[in-house]
Nanobody
């Protein structure tokens, strides 16, 4: 069973940058996808970015495209989310998750495709 632990959240000002990390323990496969999602108070959890463990495919939500970059370090079993030009509307709890089915379904944005989730890390962007 894979376990995920996020880190790197914090309080920053608009325009600043943060890098989130998601360390995976347990067995992973190159066909697995890793996703970042976020949930703001009173809102549904939404897709942010996803990457195949092989690194050959990445996907982004329109709201973060050009500002956020997802990457992975296979040697460290870690996925990163580099967030630049942060905005107050990026404030949320950020979760990483892993999926064995996205490679077949193509639904990288669908939370139900992800079976294992981390505990989340808070990102707060002040204006």
């Amino acid at each position: 069973q894979v376990q995920l632990v996020e880190s790197g959240g914090g309080l920053v000002q608009a325009g600043d940058s943060l890098r989130l990390s998601c360390a995976a323990s347990g067995r992973t496969f190159t066909s697995y996808y890793m996703g970042w999602f976020r949930q703001a108070p009173g809102k549904e959890r939404e897709f942010v970015a996803a990457i195949k463990w092989s690194g050959l495919r990445t996907h982004y939500a329109d709201s973060v495209k050009g500002r956020f970059t997802i990457s992975r370090d296979n040697a460290k079993n870690t996925v990163y989310l580099q967030m630049n030009s942060l905005k107050p509307e990026d404030t949320a709890v950020y979760y990483c998750a892993t999926s064995a089915s996205v490679d077949y379904s193509g639904a990288y944005y669908d939370t139900t495709q992800y079976a294992v989730w981390g505990q989340g890390t808070q990102v707060t962007v002040s204006s």
